[in-house]
């Protein structure tokens, strides 16, 4: 029994510390005009937050600056290509960091959020964290609170959840490696968080709450599986 409040303890702690780094990964994500309006068109009720008009206003503002900054050399008659080439130095491209976790290229959560990868169904991957973590903590608080040895269906939801955790941090920390190919310090964070939630839970309960899960002793497998009488 104590050994699984310490687990508990653990998850709880871990949780915490995920879930600072999913707020801070979503206020990185969302301060940025356009997904500010993804955020909106997939979420309308978050108008509240983000106004529709200011946010595609914001988003109009971007675009024509970068079409500013966009210069075209071909419109001036006299610009003669050849003389271009030879004589312009040799392109390098200079990492310009924009937040303080953007240490290097291979290093940078601006490089990932700007990424196709940084989103699902039209929300940020670390809205899905704030929530998971908010659950975790949740679930941890409700088991506690009923002071019971055994696992129950809060604890089988814990043990999912954290299955479902580590599988989903290798898979973005896969992305990162082998398709972005640059790394997000607050998601490695969260990814070694997930881990030790992961290590806690099954070190704690082991594979216990699947097997009573299939033995109809945890809700809601035990509605339809009889239970065997003595």
Known sequence: MKKRLICLGLVVIFSVVGLYSAIHLAEIHYKKPHHQLMLIDTLPFMEKWYPRDQVESAVKSLEVLADVNTINPFDNPDFDPYAAAMNAPAATEKF???????????????????????????????????????????????????????????????????????????????????????????????????????????????????????????????????????
Request: glycine share 8%.
């Open 96 to 230: 310009v960091p924009q937040e303080s976790c953007d240490i290097s290229e291979a290093i940078s959560c601006t490089k990932v959020d700007d990424s196709d990868y940084s989103k699902i169904a039209g929300l940020a991957v670390s809205a899905y964290g704030i929530i998971g973590y908010i659950l975790l903590i949740g679930l941890v608080i409700i088991h506690a609170a009923r002071r019971i040895s055994r696992s129950d269906v809060f604890v089988f939801m814990l043990w999912v959840g954290a299955w479902l955790g580590i599988l989903f941090s290798i898979y973005l920390t896969v992305v990162e490696a082998f398709f972005i190919k640059s790394f997000c310090p607050y998601c490695l964070v969260s990814a070694a968080v997930m881990l030790g939630i992961f290590i806690c839970m099954i070190a704690g309960f082991g594979f216990e709450p699947l097997r009573m899960f299939l033995r109809g002793e945890i809700f809601p497998t035990s509605l339809f599986i009889k239970k065997k009488q003595s």
